[in-house]
């Protein structure tokens, strides 16, 4: 009995207060998050603030507004948007089965497969640039030894380099996608697949009937985080096409750039503002899909 409610009794520097009303572990504690705590509240609050209370101006709006280029922007960022996020989660969704079969030579293609988004951003995407160059790029080279012609200046264009911009970005995010919805396949039970193919279900109805409905909340969670990753990518547009040629090419994410190199910091601040009424409501539908299932679980 003694030797019970020893074992059970909470040592002097748990419960020392010290006169604070905290113990010495939450003590601790606090001292431990503190530097994490005034990194976020310099490096992160700070910024955000600062930026806020500089496009506080409604006049740098009206200044906005009058830019044709923010309006070319903001048509790009719709297209970008729209076409890349649908077809990046389509062909995730279809690599995701193809990457379920159980033969070696897939395993070793998923290793390959995931380098895109494990390597960094800067070298990737740049060699993007260097062979997409019209005299001496590989691209052009190979076109011009097979057919004995130039090839296109393919970042000059407004339309090809937009287009090159959003083939970038879903070749750099597709690996993550992919192995997100892989996770949400293989976690579907396999006797539910064996009992329908014992019913006569081809590879179709397994999909409508098993995999699809087993995976449509995954799916749609993943759509709209993706949404909200893609109109933050900066690095798909800015290091491939800097925006050009003529600034056509720049979305939300960039925009801001081109005013702080005209040293219009109202400008460039209200630009990033603007992006807030495409972001919060995703953020918003983001966060009750996730409290709603997790109410649901528990």
Same mark, same amino acid.
């Given at each position: 009995m003694t030797v019970a409610a020893v074992d059970h009794a909470p040592s002097h520097a748990d419960t020392n207060t010290g006169g604070t009303g905290r113990t010495d572990a939450q003590t601790w504690g606090l001292l431990m998050i503190l530097p994490y705590i005034l990194i976020f509240l310099i490096f992160v609050l700070?910024?955000?603030?600062?930026?806020?209370?500089?496009?506080?101006?409604?006049?740098?709006?009206?200044?906005?507004?009058?830019?044709?280029?923010?309006?070319? +922007?903001?048509? /790009?960022?719709?297209?970008?948007?729209?076409?890349?996020?649908?077809?990046?989660?389509?062909?995730?969704?279809?690599?995701?089965?193809?990457?379920?079969?159980?033969?070696?030579?897939?395993k070793a293609l998923s290793v390959l497969?995931?380098?895109?988004?494990?390597?960094?951003?800067?070298? +990737?995407?740049?060699?993007?640039?260097?062979?997409?160059?019209?005299?001496?790029?590989?691209?052009?080279?190979?076109?011009?030894?097979? +057919?004995?012609?130039? &090839?296109?200046?393919?970042l000059n264009d407004p339309s090809l380099a937009l287009g090159f911009s959003m083939l970038v970005h879903v070749w750099k995010s597709l690996p993550f996608w992919t192995l997100i919805l892989l996770s949400g396949r293989l976690a579907i039970?396999?006797?539910?697949?064996?009992?329908?193919?014992?019913?006569?279900? /081809?590879?179709?109805?397994l999909f409508r009937h098993i995999t699809w409905p087993s995976m449509q909340q995954l799916y749609l969670t993943c759509l709209?985080?993706?949404?909200?990753?893609?109109? &933050?990518?900066? /690095?798909?547009?800015?290091?491939?096409?800097g925006g050009g040629p003529a600034d056509l090419t720049h979305v939300l994410a960039t925009l801001g750039v081109?005013?702080?190199?005209?040293?219009?910091?109202?400008?460039?601040?209200?630009?990033?503002?603007?992006?807030?009424?495409?972001?919060?409501p995703l953020v918003y539908i983001l966060m009750r899909r996730l409290g709603s299932n997790a109410s649901e679980k528990a």
């Open positions: 700070y910024p955000v603030l600062y930026g806020f209370w500089i496009a506080r101006n409604p006049q740098s709006y009206v200044k906005l507004s009058s830019d044709p280029i923010f309006w070319g +922007t903001i048509r /790009n960022t719709l297209i970008f948007v729209i076409v890349a996020i649908n077809v990046k989660m389509v062909i995730a969704l279809v690599l995701s089965g193809f990457f379920t079969a159980e033969r070696r030579w897939v497969f995931i380098l895109p988004w494990a390597l960094p951003s800067i070298p +990737t995407i740049l060699s993007w640039r260097f062979m997409l160059n019209p005299e001496w790029g590989i691209i052009n080279q190979q076109i011009f030894r097979l +057919t004995g012609k130039d &090839g296109p200046n393919w039970s396999k006797d539910l697949y064996e009992a329908a193919s014992v019913d006569g279900a /081809n590879g179709w109805h709209i985080l993706s949404m909200i990753w893609t109109l &933050g990518d900066f /690095n798909s547009v800015y290091l491939l096409t081109r005013y702080l190199r005209y040293d219009q910091v109202d400008q460039s601040m209200a630009a990033i503002v603007c992006a807030l009424p495409l972001v919060l």
